[in-house]
């Protein structure tokens, strides 16, 4: 590891402030860095993949709570541990789609020390990330990707680049995509909101940037909009290599609010290990709208999901493993929430 300066700060501006003197460092390797949890950032610098000159630890700002927001939703702290927000009774309730998606990653000790703003900006499991003595566009830009026609069983299917074909690694994402969550940020002179689904983003020609955020941008909070009827049958699918403790081929986040006659009054549909940010697509989820659940209904909605995945050969497997899990997820859903310890809420609401 290399060395680095380190402060905690106690409010949002001076955190901010402590960013300064590497601001032209900008993405560079040697750039200030937040550290929440450090259950990524830690590793990479163990691996030698980041080398933060500075580390601002976090833990001290105030953004560790869940409150409830005037519209009906929840604004989750930043700074909460992801097993907090998991088992928070409200998002349990209300969310159960987010608590199960959180469950379903990592292990409890890391849950434990794992926050929501460092749980987004985890970065690419792709072995090659990881691996400093072979090229990666998304560690050192203009190397070479080394997984383009290396191992490439757990990358991305969908919106690859010919530069990176990483996939985002999180199970909570998926679930906020679905659920269609906004991430609040600040930086020194201002704050903004940002949809989910434009807070990650694709690889294109800079593959070294995850997201949309700018390198002086604090996460504060991510607030849940008001949760509509999906909490009665909502399921988080996760297709791993082993049972526990491993990341996903293939995830689905599915919610459906189902009418009086059984129809579908609205549908929300993510999948997760398949591209470079979590895959949502809102024209497949209208189409689903006013439809009475059903397999061929199910299958045509993974047909258009799935209308532009392209495999790397070792990963072509995950087409049709993606088109199952769609399928599956959704007709899970029609019959209920199938909570984070399993339970089937047989269709009520579980508030
Ligand atoms: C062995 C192992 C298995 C795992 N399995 C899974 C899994 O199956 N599914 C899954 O989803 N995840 C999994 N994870 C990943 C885990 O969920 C993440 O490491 C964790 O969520 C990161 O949160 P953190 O608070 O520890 O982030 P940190 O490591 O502290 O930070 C990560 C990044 O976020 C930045 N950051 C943190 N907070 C903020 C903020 N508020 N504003 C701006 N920048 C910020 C940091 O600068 C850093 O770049 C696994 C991790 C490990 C080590
Ligand atoms: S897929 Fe992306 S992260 Fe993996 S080696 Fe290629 S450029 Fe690097």
Redesign the pocket.
């Known amino acids: 590891m290399n060395p680095f300066s380190y402060v905690a700060p106690t409010d949002a501006v001076e955190a901010l402030a402590a960013l300064g003197d590497h601001e032209s460092n900008g993405m560079a390797l040697g750039a200030a860095?937040?550290?929440?949890?450090?259950?990524?950032?830690?590793?990479l610098m163990k691996e030698n993949v980041m080398r933060p000159a500075r580390l601002i630890d976090?833990n001290g700002l105030p953004y560790e709570r869940i409150e409830e927001t005037a519209s009906g939703g929840l604004m989750l702290g930043?700074?909460a541990r992801?097993a907090d927000t998991a088992y928070h009774p409200a998002v349990r309730s209300r969310y159960p789609l987010l608590s199960a998606a959180i469950l379903a990653?990592?292990?409890p000790q890391?849950r434990n020390?794992?926050?929501n703003?460092?749980?987004l900006?985890?970065r690419t499991r792709c072995y090659y990330f990881y691996d400093s003595t072979v090229p990666c566009n998304k560690r050192e830009p203009g190397t070479g990707c080394s997984a383009i026609g290396g191992l490439s069983r757990q990358h991305a299917i969908l919106g690859a680049s010919e530069h990176c074909i990483a996939t985002h690694?999180?199970?909570?994402c998926v679930a906020l995509a679905a659920l269609g969550a906004i991430v609040h940020v600040q930086s020194p002179s201002s704050s903004r909101q940002i949809p989910f689904a434009d807070f990650h983003r694709l690889p294109g020609d800079r593959p070294d940037q995850d997201t949309h955020?700018a390198f002086d941008?604090?996460?504060t909070h991510v607030e849940l909009p008001e949760a509509r009827g999906f909490a009665g049958h909502s399921v988080y699918l996760k297709i791993r290599e082993r049972a526990s403790?491993?990341?996903a081929l293939v995830s689905v986040a599915a919610a459906l609010e189902l009418a009086e006659d059984g129809s579908i009054r609205q549908a929300r549909l993510a999948l997760g290990g398949v591209a470079h940010k979590p895959w949502r697509d809102t024209e497949v989820e209208q189409a689903l709208m006013g439809a009475m659940p059903s397999e061929p209904v199910f299958a045509k909605a993974a047909d258009a999901l799935l209308r532009t995945a392209h495999g790397q050969g070792a990963n072509d497997f995950k087409i049709p493993l993606a088109h199952r899990a769609i399928v599956r997820a959704l007709s899970l859903a029609v019959q209920g929430t199938v909570t984070n310890t399993g339970e089937r809420l047989n269709g009520e609401e579980s508030v």
């Open positions: 860095k937040f550290i929440a949890g450090g259950t990524n950032l830690l590793d976090i930043a700074l992801n990653g990592a292990s890391l020390m794992a926050t703003g460092g749980n900006l985890q690694p999180s199970d909570m955020l941008e604090l996460i403790y491993a990341f």
